[in-house]
């Protein structure tokens, strides 16, 4: 099986999890769920149905720029999908190919990943806020004096152990007494799966130290991607993905942690040729990010990376019209 073959597996058997705690029609089984207020502005009135996606997710949107599923599994369940082999176990035929390719970095690069970490940061002792397997970390040992990981899957942060030898705590954040303990953090693709993402972001504010700063990069709802193909966004199918952010809500959250923040912008367009001709000419067969070639053959090869390049050089100009319009949102604070 080939990559894309395993990913749309794993995309299936995702899906076909959160059935098993919807009812026949659809909408959210009770027993497993509970409401929830907007995370964060805490309103829970005037809220607006935004989009339902066949995976099973229900945002809502509230005024404060927020978006989020509600109701969402129960606080137990939501943590177990993360932590427990009987929830997480289905990824795990996708992961293996990922943990056998995992190897400690020779050398230091410059990646858009973590630019204005890099930035904003005086260096010394980072964390990695929700590391999964530690690679994003090792990568950036280079710059650090000392990097630890947080991943509160223990499997994957063992993987992390024992391939990069970083400490890597698998513990919540509640759970550890880490006041005045790190420089930076990095919180990478990780917000967009909590249930309480302000009491997270207050914890990390007592763990720096004077001067530190806290970079995070969430997928954004407003980007020109999320514009075009709306629920069918990988960003927003993802069941573990349960808020959806832009620089206002984001922006509001740190503030109200404790934070102040320095810098914001949005990358990536996400949205390669191929998957918008698949979106706009097989739509029922749709998976984002994850569609074979429309169609065989040299030509159409030819077309999808003309596309693709020439898309390549305009979105950065789009950037500097529409700061918005990346799919991921980037910013970082200071504590
Ligand atoms: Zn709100």
Not at 33 to 47: A, G
Request: proline share 4%; hydrophobic share 40%; with cysteine.
């Amino acid at each position: 099986m080939d990559r894309v073959e395993r990913l749309r597996k794993l995309q299936e058997e995702s899906r076909q999890m959160r059935q098993r705690f919807l009812l026949e029609d659809g909408t959210p089984n009770p027993e497993y769920h509970t409401p929830r207020v907007c995370p964060v502005c805490n309103n829970e009135d005037s809220l607006t149905p935004w989009l339902t996606t066949d995976s099973g997710n229900r945002y809502v949107k509230c005024n404060c720029g927020m978006r989020f599923v509600t109701p969402t599994m129960t606080a137990n369940m939501q943590e177990g999908l993360y932590t427990t082999r009987e929830t997480t176990g289905y990824k795990w035929d996708a992961w293996k190919h990922t943990v056998e390719s995992l190897k400690p970095a020779t050398a230091p690069k410059h990646s858009q990943r973590y630019e204005l970490l890099l930035k904003h940061s005086h260096r010394g002792k980072l964390l990695d806020f929700g590391c999964g397997f530690g690679n994003l970390a090792d990568e950036l040992k280079f710059f650090f004096d000392e990097v630890e990981g947080l991943e509160i899957d223990p499997e994957r942060a063992q993987v992390a152990r024992d391939t990069f030898g970083i400490t890597v705590y698998d513990q919540k954040i509640d759970d550890l007494d880490l006041k005045d303990r790190f420089d930076a953090v990095i919180c990478y693709n990780a917000l967009e799966h909590f249930l309480e993402p302000l009491a997270a972001l207050t914890k990390l504010h007592e763990a720096m130290r004077p001067q530190g700063v806290v970079y995070i990069e969430v997928p954004a709802w407003g980007s020109l991607s999320m514009k075009i193909l709306g629920g069918m966004h990988h960003v927003v199918r993802s069941i573990e993905h349960i808020n959806m952010f832009n620089a206002w809500s984001l922006g509001r959250l740190f503030e109200k942690a404790g934070f102040q923040v320095l810098e914001w912008r949005t990358v990536k367009l996400d949205l390669s040729a191929n998957d918008f001709f698949n979106y706009e000419f097989k739509r029922n067969e749709f998976v984002h990010r994850l569609n074979p070639l429309l169609k065989d053959g040299k030509s159409y090869r030819f077309l999808c990376r003309a596309c693709d390049s020439v898309a390549a050089r305009l979105f950065p100009v789009l950037l500097k019209v529409w700061r918005g319009a990346g799919s991921y949102l980037q910013m970082v604070a200071s504590a």
